[in-house]
Structure formats: structure tokens, C-alpha cells
């Protein structure tokens, strides 16, 4: 009877415990295709394929001469708002004393001139803060920190707004393990378990944790997918391992 009860604990702990093969590729936590929403002309590419960027960095810019006018332009008109308001300002506080010495409609106009003068000034700032918007839409800046793995533009060439992927950026340091595992195992895998796997070319066993189990299996070859968030391994590699299914 004994016996018996320690091949069952025995078995009970085997099935509880059933490793899944698994293939893996190493892939960008996030993999963009980069694009602008405006169109133009390519004037500067200060990136290409492998080059490791962080987030804000500049990766290219449209030619920018006309935006670059009006925004000169509008700096000037700005200039120009401030010096009227500061001139009716002026003369605002210097009736403001005398109030009592000059007639009443005097005074009104001086008071409906100043308003104006400061709604002409913050006009003049909202033109311009537009015009540096649409300056900086001609920027293309890194979303995130990553690798960019891909140059789909030359020097010089035009390009439609959004339409055209400019550029794709795949993430780095953080990374994932994109897991292939068969189809009978679909009741086994869950999100929380170990993979323990190693990288092909390198002797070392690394160990992670399943973040997510995709829930449909490729028609094609009858494979479920599984995803392993790690860091600092390159993507593109291959490898291969065990989900440990308790």
C-alpha cells in the first residue's frame, strides 16, 4: 500500500511538473515603424541601421527653410505686439493717475486700446507657437530608447506624411522572448511560469518568467506563442528551452 502511494506521489508530482519545449527569438519589447505627419524633403539623417538611440534623440529631419521664415516671421511680430503693449501700457498708467483730471470717455478709450493691445500680443504668441509646431513635424525624435534596425529613406528623397516609414526602431535594453511551443501543451502553459533557456552559442542557462501566452495557435504549423520580458540581449538571436508547467 505503501508502495503504491509513493508512485502515485511519485507520477502526481511528474505531471504537475511537466517541462514544454519551447524555440524562441529575441525581439524589441516594442517595434515601431517611425514616420512624420508632414511630408517634405529629407535634409539630414543622423542615424543608421544598428545604431543604439535614447529617447528624444534626433533621428532626421525634413527640409525646414520655409518654416524656418515664418517662424522668423512671427518672432518679429511678436517683438513688434510687445513693444505696442508696453507704449499702451505706458500711457494706461499715466492716465490711470490723472484719472480724475481727464473726462470719462478719455479714459474708456485708453482702457479698450490696452485690451487690445494685449489681445493683439497673445495673438501674435499663439502664431507663433503654431509655427513652431509645425516646425518641429518635420523632426523625427525617438519614441523610446532601442536600436534602430532599419533606414527605409536616402538623403534627399521625398517623402508623403505618414504614409512613409522613415525609419523602424525596435526597443533595447528591454526586450522579449517571443516563445514557440506545440499546440498539445495549450492547457499546460500559463502566464507566471519559469522558462529556463539558453542562447545559441553561449554555454550559460538564463531563467525568466512567462508574461504572456497568446491565445490562438498558428494554423500553419500548429504552434502557441509565449512571451518572456528580459534585457540586454540582442535582438534577432535564437535560442531555445524549457517552460517548467506546474
Known amino acids: 500500500m ?21 524555440t524562441f527569438d529575441v525581439v524589441g519589447e516594442k517595434d515601431s515603424k517611425l514616420a512624420l505627419s508632414s511630408a517634405g524633403v529629407i535634409k539630414h539623417l ?15 529631419e525634413l527640409d525646414n527653410a520655409l518654416e524656418n521664415g515664418d517662424e522668423a516671421l512671427a518672432i518679429s511680430e511678436v517683438k513688434l505686439a510687445q513693444i505696442s503693449l508696453e507704449l499702451v501700457q505706458k500711457k494706461f498708467d ?18 479698450y486700446e490696452l ?36 533606414v527605409h529613406v536616402e ?27 506545440d499546440q498539445m501543451y495549450w492547457n499546460l502553459v500559463r502566464v507566471g511560469q519559469k522558462f529556463r533557456y539558453r542562447i545559441e552559442g553561449l554555454d550559460k542557462e538564463f531563467e525568466g518568467t512567462i508574461s504572456k501566452v497568446y491565445p490562438s495557435a498558428n494554423i500553419q504549423n500548429r504552434k502557441i506563442k509565449a512571451e518572456v520580458l528580459t534585457q540586454n ?3 534577432g538571436l535564437f535560442g531555445d528551452g524549457k517552460i517548467v508547467a506546474e
Open 46 to 60: 543622423f542615424v543608421r541601421a544598428g545604431d543604439q538611440v535614447q529617447k528624444g534623440d534626433v533621428l532626421l
Open 2 to 22: 505503501k508502495f503504491v502511494l509513493l508512485l502515485c506521489i511519485f507520477f502526481g508530482g511528474f505531471v504537475y511538473a511537466k517541462e514544454v519545449y519551447a
Open 233 to 235: 540581449i540582442p535582438t
Open 115 to 150: 485690451k487690445k493691445a494685449k489681445q493683439a500680443y497673445d495673438k501674435a504668441q499663439k502664431a507663433l507657437e503654431l509655427k513652431k509646431i509645425k516646425k518641429q513635424k518635420k523632426i523625427l525624435l525617438a519614441p523610446y530608447d532601442g536600436v534602430i534596425t532599419s
Open 155 to 181: 538623403l534627399g528623397e521625398g517623402v508623403n506624411a505618414v504614409s512613409t516609414p522613415l525609419l523602424t526602431l525596435s526597443s533595447f535594453p528591454h526586450v522579449k522572448l517571443v516563445l514557440n511551443f
Open 94 to 111: 499715466r492716465y490711470t493717475k490723472i484719472q480724475n483730471a481727464i473726462d470719462k470717455e478719455r479714459y474708456e478709450n485708453i482702457v
